[in-house]
């Protein structure tokens, strides 16, 4: 894929239009209240639910690819599941949660 921090980096928008098209995220209100720094470079939507629900996996859905990122593994842990239906579950729960989290 072809995402990196460079490409989310908002100084760099003009140049890397092309490469992103656009990006739905949802974080914890933790990550709103205390690291507003790292959403300043964040390049797409992104909404927020209570700390109570918040993942310690990122979930990445992309067309009929599901990636899991495991953060507290020691190293870091990447899964990547290529299978449509599967994908399909993700992006319905995704949207779910999209619904019910806060602007």
Same mark, same amino acid.
């Given at each position: ?15 890397? =239009? ?13 990550? $709103?209240k205390?690291?507003?720094?790292? #959403? ?22 992309? $067309? ?24 399909e579950?993700?992006? %319905?729960?995704? %949207?779910? #949660?999209? =619904?019910?989290? %806060? $602007?």
């Amino acid at each position: 894929m072809p995402y990196t921090m460079n490409s989310l980096d908002k100084k760099g928008e003009e140049e890397n =239009k092309n490469c992103i098209r656009l990006f739905f995220a949802i974080f914890s209100e933790d990550l $709103k209240k205390n690291k507003k720094d790292l #959403l300043d470079i964040y390049y797409g939507k992104a909404r927020f639910l209570p700390s109570e629900y918040s993942s310690l996996t990122d979930t990445i859905v992309f $067309k009929d690819t599901v990636i899991l990122l495991l953060w507290t593994a020691n190293p870091p842990i990447g899964a990547f599941v290529k299978d449509r239906d599967n994908a399909e579950t993700c992006k %319905k729960q995704f %949207k779910l #949660l999209w =619904k019910h989290a %806060k $602007k």
